[in-house]
């Protein structure tokens, strides 16, 4: 599907306050937010400085693209793409408590995208879900697509459908600031290895690095002191819960890519395969000209050590 692409001019805008703010947001493979607002709030201002050069150059659907009596021929009869996102997630989905109309992140800045393809402009309505009611807000027409850490499985898909995956999350590695020792799994053999208790660390480590030895923490706040405080030589976690503690404290680095898949999926109303072939037709594009990977160097990697990860492939996991 052939684009024509459109440069929005800046604006003025007050910038992230993501850090010192952060709130404790456990995320997970399994997806999930906070289970608290359920009000909408516009969320279509680019985030940042740089977000605003990734979103200039992103692609805008030809009018062909936009077929009559389709979702995307609604959203955009309607001026805005409404989405159900997280308002607590660092680094995905993050809410300015100093400007709530600023909302940026990973997740924040792809709803964007998908906005300016469909509308040439990143008009976006966030409504925040809880975990348990995600499928609903699909089901009802409350949302328009789900970007919230969104794990693709079958069992989801009878009840939605699912674009991409967009993004292969996973555990991988976190280090003291300052350690160069350690940059992928194969570097944790002989190490000492910190790991949350009851997470998919406890029997990948030791798959992975049967030379390692494991110390296990109840939380995850004891396992970064534990690592800050030179009690283990690396803390294995989900990507995105490392990215999240790595803004508050630079006394951690997260270093390689996951060693582990967690398909995330663009949730979509179940049985409407115009808008999935249309939103997957999209993430081809933004993978081949490369916003996707502004967008994530421009979020996640910011904190994530090396190069950004080669998006997954569309439709290769099942459910998608």
């Known amino acids: 599907m052939s684009t024509t692409r459109s440069r929005l001019r800046p604006r003025a805008l007050v910038g992230p306050t993501i850090g010192a703010t ?6 997970t493979g399994c997806g999930g937010s906070s289970e608290s607002a ?3 709030v516009p969320g279509g201002a680019p985030s940042s400085g740089t ?15 936009i077929l009559p009596g389709s979702t995307m021929e609604r959203i955009k009869e309607r001026g805005e793409l409404v ?11 993050q809410q300015d408590p100093a400007n709530p ?16 393809y469909i509308l040439g402009e990143p008009k976006v309505k966030i409504v925040p879900p809880a975990t348990e009611t995600r499928e609903a807000l699909l089901a009802n027409g409350t949302v328009d697509v789900v970007f919230n850490t969104y794990t693709i499985t079958p069992e989801r898909a009878e009840q939605v459908d699912f674009a991409g995956p967009y993004f292969s999350s996973g555990l991988s590695i976190a280090v003291k600031t300052g350690n160069t020792d350690i940059k992928t799994v194969d570097d944790l053999d002989g190490k000492k290895v910190i790991v949350g208790a009851n997470t998919p660390a406890v029997t990948a480590v030791p798959e992975l690095a049967p030379n390692a030895e494991i110390i296990t923490f109840g939380t995850d706040p004891q396992a970064v002191q534990a690592l800050t405080q030179g009690r283990g030589d690396a ?7 490392l990215a999240s503690n790595a803004v508050s404290n630079k006394d951690i680095t997260v270093v390689g890519s996951p060693f ?23 993430l081809e594009q933004i993978y081949a000209d490369g916003t996707w990977t502004e ?26």
């Open 83 to 93: 989405v159900a996102e997280a308002l607590d997630a660092p680094l995905l989905s």
């Open 101 to 116: 109309d600023q909302v940026t992140g990973f997740d924040a800045d792809m709803a964007k995208a998908l906005a300016t």
């Open 22 to 27: 952060v709130l404790a947001l456990a995320l």
């Open 295 to 320: 967008i994530w160097e421009n979020s996640l990697g910011t904190v994530v050590q090396g190069d950004a990860p080669t998006p997954p492939e569309i439709g290769s996991v099942p459910g998608s």
């Open 51 to 65: 977000a605003v050069d990734v979103l200039a150059d992103a692609p805008v659907a030809e009018a062909a693209a």
């Open 235 to 241: 803390y294995v976690q989900d990507v995105t819960l």
């Open 38 to 40: 359920s009000s909408a």
């Open 260 to 282: 582990t898949s967690e398909p995330y999926g663009i949730g979509l109303k179940h049985d409407d395969p115009q808008m999935k072939q249309f939103v997957n037709d999209w």
